[in-house]
């Protein structure tokens, strides 16, 4: 027994316990020193611009609960609604958010690498015991569990500003803004797609840092690669996620998102919009004419119907905005784990 | 144990070839030099012995058979690179915890004693500190992690000879007291008589010279005679010629008991002057084992 013992003690103990690692726990204190400027830095900007929206928020609320609590037929309840009406200028829409997520993601991303590379202290980093892809490892993924969890937070105060325009859909008398929470600008601000922006334009930045090796210049392409990507994906991608509902009804819901509509007539396509109706329908429907000399376009959609012709819609539903918002979650975070994993290959096996 | 062992190392950048052929075997316990002109190769090699580079070809082991940049070789091998790169906006307080977290040793005490010892301030940023202090800094960091190989690439490149001196100072010291193997690099060759008792001469990306200093010194002698002789010298092999008026000094490869022709003197030769006269001769080599004694016809160099 004592022989057997003997045998399968490892020769060399010394040797054997070398071998365990460095804590994974001792690289929080080495982020926090290194990234604490750039970390404070996003979190005085995010800071800021949350106090602003926080302050343009309580008066947007403010504005919505005088209007829709107001008598319709007064003079005053109108000039309420003009005023809610006219805040969506306020933050352009939304537009000027959109922002946020590429300059949170380029400016902590891009120099995580950059700037050891262009200063060479990469050959003091990459030689110490706690090894060069934990290093990286540890540094991506903190740094990326950050900018998300900051983007997912901004995100929950910018969904909760733009609420009014998403609830105004519930009071049709008033004719408040609307938002469709698919449009353009909006649907990424909110549910989980902001984070997940933010995680991406981070993993983008810290492969741009690892591939170029200049902190200034892996900003400004993770800023081109980032708005590259938005542009595809809110352009191109998102209509395709599912596939769109099609209705006859003439009054889609505000709150849908319109493919596109058409005209049919026994069953086959006819025409896209009463512009490119053919014209001796329109002679038919032009006459009588409507109240100002021209035909209404829901007179018109009327006369086409009693001539046999249908009009298709095909939508995303207001009701998909969580798969939608799901999907885009899901896709861009499969896609930073594949930037990040691209860039740990490349730290790995980059020859200095 | 071999601190480095390499066999046909070589090493590519694009189609220039960095280093070639690399095969030798640097014995624990000495302080090593590298000694090259300019590209011949010496940080590539030194990158690879490290882990911050890939082989191109052959392969390389450090400390009795491990692969470089593995976890047991990361542990056991501090290194300082060129300019001793610093995190500018850190201070030494902060370079000190930063390594100390890095690594699973480090003696904090050692370090900070060292550092008051050099009048280094700790609150002082990096950044903020002499080239003098920068470099001892970063030789203390390596030094606290307590490695059993210590590799510095042209370590005292940039620094006046008085922190020269002190930096090479600290690194026998730790070599001497603590049994630190040390390589390192440089093309500052009066500093090395003082340090070094391993000599590694690369040339063209390759090894032109590995021996211990005691050794080749005892085998190389300073011939000088008449200057018309010279050409016809062939006895021995001739490392390098120098040609004066009236004199010629000869290296050769001999050991002080080998007869000395009629009309010349025999002299020791110094380790600048030794290696001087090999990187004038790209061509010649000393080398251990089969290797040995191989030599190229000297050309001739004339003053």
């Known amino acids: ?352 | 144990m071999n601190v480095v062992e390499a066999s046909g190392l070589g090493k590519r950048y694009g189609s220039t070839w960095a280093l070639r052929e690399c095969s030798l075997a640097i014995p624990a316990g000495h302080v090593a030099a590298l000694v090259g002109p300019n590209g011949a190769g010496k940080t590539t090699l030194l990158n690879l012995a490290v882990g911050l580079a890939v082989p191109s070809e052959g392969g390389v082991t450090v400390l009795g058979g491990r692969p470089p940049g593995s976890p047991a070789a990361l542990d056991s091998i501090a290194f300082v690179a060129q300019d001793t790169p610093l995190y500018k906006n850190l201070s030494a307080a902060d370079m000190l915890h930063l390594t100390r977290n890095l690594n699973r040793r480090f003696d904090q005490a050692y370090a900070e004693a060292r550092l008051v010892e050099l009048g280094i301030p700790l609150k002082r940023k990096a950044g903020r500190l002499s080239g003098g202090q920068q470099a001892q800094l970063a030789l203390t960091l390596a030094l606290a992690r307590r490695p059993r190989l210590l590799v510095l690439d042209e370590p005292v490149a940039m620094l006046d000879p008085i922190a020269r001196h002190d930096f090479m100072a600290t690194v026998l010291t730790a070599a001497v007291d603590d049994g630190v193997s040390v390589l390192l690099s440089s093309h500052v060759l009066a500093e090395l008589e003082r340090v070094a008792d391993y000599l590694i001469l690369l040339s063209q990306g390759r090894v032109q010279v590995a021996d211990e200093v005691d050794d080749l010194l005892a085998s190389h002698r300073v011939l000088t005679g008449p200057t018309d002789e010279a050409g016809t010298y062939a006895e021995r092999p001739v490392v390098h010629v120098r040609r004066a008026e009236a004199q010629a000094h000869l290296l050769v490869r001999a050991s002080a008991d080998d007869p000395v022709p009629p009309g010349w003197e025999a002299h020791p030769v110094g380790l600048e002057e030794l290696a001087l006269a090999y990187l004038r001769e790209p061509g010649a080599s000393a080398l251990r084992g089969p290797s040995r004694g191989r030599h190229a016809e000297p050309s001739e160099v004339t003053r």
Not at chain 1, 61 to 79: E, G, I, L, V
Not at chain 1, 233 to 247: D, F, G, I, K, V
Not at chain 1, 295 to 314: D, I, K, R, W
């Open chain 1, 1 to 352: 027994m004592t022989a057997l013992t003997t045998l399968i003690v490892p020769a060399r103990q010394e040797e054997g316990a070398s071998l365990r690692p460095v804590p994974w726990r001792r690289m929080a204190w080495v982020i926090w020193r290194q990234h604490r400027i750039a970390l404070g830095g996003v979190a005085a900007f995010l800071g800021a611009l949350a106090a602003y929206v926080w302050i343009l928020g309580l008066q947007l609320h403010h504005a919505y609960a005088a209007a829709t609590s107001c008598n319709p037929a007064s003079s005053a309840c109108s000039d309420l609604i003009t005023n809610f009406n006219f805040m969506n200028h306020v933050l352009q829409g939304g537009y000027v958010l959109q922002l946020v997520p590429p300059l949170i993601g380029a400016f902590i991303g891009a120099p995580v690498l950059a700037r050891e590379l262009e200063t060479g202290t990469f050959r003091y980093a990459w030689t110490q015991g706690f090894g060069r892809s934990r290093w990286a490892l540890a540094k991506l993924v903190a740094l990326g569990v950050v900018v998300a969890s900051a983007g997912g937070a901004f995100s929950v105060l910018v969904s909760w500003y733009y609420q009014p325009y998403f609830a105004a859909t519930g009071h049709p008398a008033l004719n408040l803004s609307e938002a469709s929470p698919f449009s353009l600008a909006l649907f990424d601000l909110r549910g989980v797609s902001f984070a997940a922006w933010t995680l991406a334009a981070f993993a983008i930045g810290g492969l741009a840092g690892m591939v170029i090796r200049r902190v200034v210049p892996a900003i400004v392409a993770t800023l081109a690669a980032y708005t590259g990507l938005a542009l595809v994906a809110a352009n191109l991608l998102r209509q395709h996620y599912l596939s769109p509902l099609l209705t006859r009804a003439v009054n889609v819901p505000g709150s849908a998102w319109v493919m596109s509509q058409w005209w049919t007539k026994g069953g086959k396509f006819a025409f896209y919009g009463w512009r490119d109706a053919p014209h001796d329908l329109l002679q038919a429907c032009a006459s009588p004419p409507g109240p100002l000399g021209k035909p209404s376009q829901e007179t018109l959609a009327q006369c086409f119907a009693q001539h046999g012709y249908t009009q298709l819609t095909s939508y995303q539903p207001a009701s998909r905005f969580w798969p939608f918002q799901w999907i885009e979650g899901g896709w861009l975070l499969a896609l930073s784990v594949l930037l990040i994993a691209v860039t740990l290959w490349l730290v790995r096996r980059r020859a200095s």
